[in-house]
């Protein structure tokens, strides 16, 4: 089946450092979905990506809908200790309504 | 605005023993719903979505199962628990439209014993 694979899995950084993680697919999404956990906490919905090649931004944060439709990547600018959680990918292939999500890239932010 | 309400947010259950979890959607129609599993810290596993009143699709074989007896109503049951039915539960909803995202409601920390 299906499979996302997310990375890094965790990362520890310095507040105000720039984040990058990405999401890889073994197959071809039309849509991809960036979400952050807080815990105990349902994902909230951060940025959708609908086209390849996409690049939308919300606040600090920046994803990308990857050109070959089989990635995307997110981006954290100017990291600050609320950003602390679990960052979840999810894609979706046209034609079905079902999401795949990744395994998370869990992140800590050092003061 | 669309809501999403999940209940009860925590539940201790004994083994055998039975499982209702109910969510319920507000401010929109005909939405799609999802029950997925977390396990401690893992990813999201999708067990069941339903595209309209009593549809359902199952995703993963298992001791669950899912109905829909409202148009805004999903509901998740078991009738004997497992301990390794413990995990994080989520519902989401999305509009009818295709590719629209997924919205989660708080979850039900479930805990068999």
């Known amino acids: 089946g299906q499979q996302l694979n997310q990375s890094p899995q965790s990362m520890f950084i310095q507040e105000g450092e720039d984040v990058s993680m990405n999401c890889t697919s073994s197959?071809?999404?039309?849509?991809w979905l960036w979400y952050k956990q807080d815990p105990g906490e349902g994902p909230v919905l951060l940025i959708a990506?609908?086209?390849?090649?996409e690049l939308t931004s919300n606040g600090r944060l920046t994803a990308q809908f990857g050109i070959t439709r089989k990635d995307s990547f997110l981006n954290i600018s100017a990291s600050i200790p609320s950003d602390v959680g679990i960052y979840f990918c999810?894609?979706?292939?046209?034609?079905?309504?079902?999401?795949?999500f990744g395994t998370g890239t869990r992140l800590k932010v050092l003061a | 605005s669309q809501t999403i309400h999940q209940w009860p947010a925590t539940l201790v259950q004994p083994v055998g023993s039975p499982l209702s979890l109910e969510c319920t959607v507000e401010?929109?129609?005909?939405?799609?719903l999802y029950w997925y599993r977390q396990a401690a810290g893992r990813g999201l596993q999708l067990l069941f979505y339903?595209?309209?009143?009593?549809?359902i699709s199952s995703e993963v074989p298992q001791n669950l199962s899912a109905s829909r007896p409202q148009d805004r109503q999903f509901i998740l049951s078991s009738k004997k628990l497992l301990l390794s039915d413990s995990g994080f539960y989520l519902c989401?909803?999305?509009?009818?439209?295709?590719?629209?995202?997924?919205?989660f409601g708080n979850g039900t920390r479930l805990t068999v014993t």
């Open positions: 197959s071809i999404f039309n849509t």
């Open positions: 989401a909803w999305s509009s009818g439209i295709a590719n629209s995202p997924l919205h």
């Open positions: 401010g929109t129609s005909n939405p799609n």
């Open positions: 990506l609908y086209k390849a090649g």
């Open positions: 339903s595209v309209g009143i009593g549809q």
């Open positions: 999810a894609g979706t292939t046209s034609g079905t309504y079902k999401y795949i």
